[in-house]
T-cell receptor, first 114, second 111 residues
Framework: ETGVTQTPRHLVMGMTNKKSLKCEQH?????MYWYKQSAKKPLELMFV???????ENNSVPSRFSPECPNSSHLFLHLHTLQPEDSALYLC?????????????FGPGTRLTVL | GQQVMQIPQYQHVQEGEDFTTYCNSS?????IQWYKQRPGGHPVFLIQ?????EVKKQKRLTFQFGEAKKNSSLHITATQTTDVGTYFC???????????FGTGTRLQVTL
């Protein structure tokens, strides 16, 4: 366990559904990330939050909507997704400003869009 | 934008053989990190290299950062089945909070 939890672990949804992914970190970190990992592709950074403020949006389609209510929680709201959005969605967190920049990843949510 | 490539994409070795993966960035990096992802798992941090020409060792793993800070390598001596997984390098430049992950090298080890 890395101290980063994600729910649900698996999600199947239709293209017209609305769902949310949740990430929680228990490490006292101040930066949180959403990544997308597709088969045979590198990890794609989606969003970065520092101290609850979004500092990076990597040209992500608006059907993905992040929310960071506090430094410990991160959500990814999903609506009208496409089948090509099926992937593993990974959340990560980091403690900025301590000389080590390692990111701690959660177990991921395996998303299938039908 | 910044790109980080790794070679090879895949390598299959017999237990006891050595393994090396190479990482190349299109831009100069402030530091580079390495992660390992086991099959069905999530990336786990291995190490961070910061200085030009830096070499670090973790048991059978040797990590190197190039002099120009644009390339890196991970060498595993005498592989074991527990080394199976995908190894990613991740480069940091500019914005400290953003990492660009490499394409990954999947290692398979058989007895």
């Amino acid at each position: 366990e890395t101290g980063v939890t994600q729910t649900p672990r698996h999600l199947v949804m239709g293209m017209t559904n609305k769902k949310s992914l949740k990430c929680e970190q228990h490490l006292g970190h101040n930066a949180m990330y959403w990544y997308k990992q597709s088969a045979k592709k590198p990890l794609e950074l989606m969003f970065v939050y520092n101290f609850k403020e979004q500092t990076e949006n990597n040209s992500v389609p608006s059907r993905f909507s992040p929310e960071c209510p506090n430094s410990s929680h991160l959500f990814l709201h999903l609506h009208t997704l496409q089948p090509e959005d099926s992937a593993l969605y990974l959340c990560a967190s980091r403690k900025a400003g301590q000389g080590r920049d390692e990111q701690f990843f959660g177990p991921g949510t395996r998303l299938t869009v039908l | 934008g910044q790109q980080v490539m790794q070679i090879p994409q895949y390598q299959h070795v017999q237990e006891g053989e050595d393994f090396t993966t190479y990482c190349n960035s299109s831009t100069t990096l402030s530091n580079i990190q390495w992660y390992k992802q086991r099959p069905g798992g999530h990336p786990v941090f291995l190490i961070q290299l910061v200085k030009s020409g830096e070499v670090k060792k973790q048991k059978r793993l040797t990590f190197q950062f190039g002099e120009a800070k644009k390339n890196s390598s991970l060498h595993i001596t005498a592989t074991q089945t527990t080394d199976v997984g995908t190894y990613f390098c991740a480069g940091q430049s500019g914005t400290a909070s953003k990492l660009t992950f490499g394409t990954g090298t999947r290692l398979q080890v058989t007895l």
